[in-house]
Nanobody, 128 residues
Framework: VQLQASGGGLVQPGGSLRLSCAASGDSLDYYAIGWFRQAPEKEREGVSCISAVDGGIYYKDSVQGRFTVSKDKANNTVYLEMNNLKAEDTAAYFC??????????????????????WGQGTLVTVSS
């Protein structure tokens, strides 16, 4: 499966953005999708994970209640709705899947090394 993330941009603190992760080559019905971000000079970190089955959805603590992940089966796309954005949310955002058809988020879904298929990043800048 190939992934393409988009939707980043410049937004003021308190603003909102919706990121998209469009998949091609296979159906997202078979994959859990992880959202990650990487700020300058920082390690990549897990933001959210959505399972393809069992309804499992997970968030990093600092985005819980502000970010919402969802899936559009018809368009084979996963979205990350980000509200009440803060300066510390500034980063390049990536979507990813594990190497094989793995429909469930793992318990330790934030482990970057578990993911083999990465879309290109989309930059989110939160600044006044």
């Amino acid at each position: 499966v190939q992934l393409q993330a988009s939707g980043g941009g410049l937004v003021q603190p308190g603003g909102s953005l919706r990121l998209s992760c469009a998949a091609s080559g296979d159906s997202l019905d078979y994959y859990a999708i992880g959202w990650f971000r990487q700020a300058p000079e920082k390690e990549r970190e897990g933001v959210s994970c959505i399972s393809a089955v069992d309804g499992g959805i997970y968030y990093k603590d600092s985005v819980q209640g502000r970010f919402t992940v969802s899936k559009d089966k018809a368009n084979n796309t996963v979205y990350l709705e980000m509200n009440n954005l803060k300066a510390e949310d500034t980063a390049a955002y990536f979507c990813a899947t594990r190497a094989n058809r793995s429909p469930r988020c793992k318990t330790k879904w934030t482990l970057v090394a578990d993911y083999a298929n990465w879309g290109q990043g989309t930059l989110v800048t939160v600044s006044s």
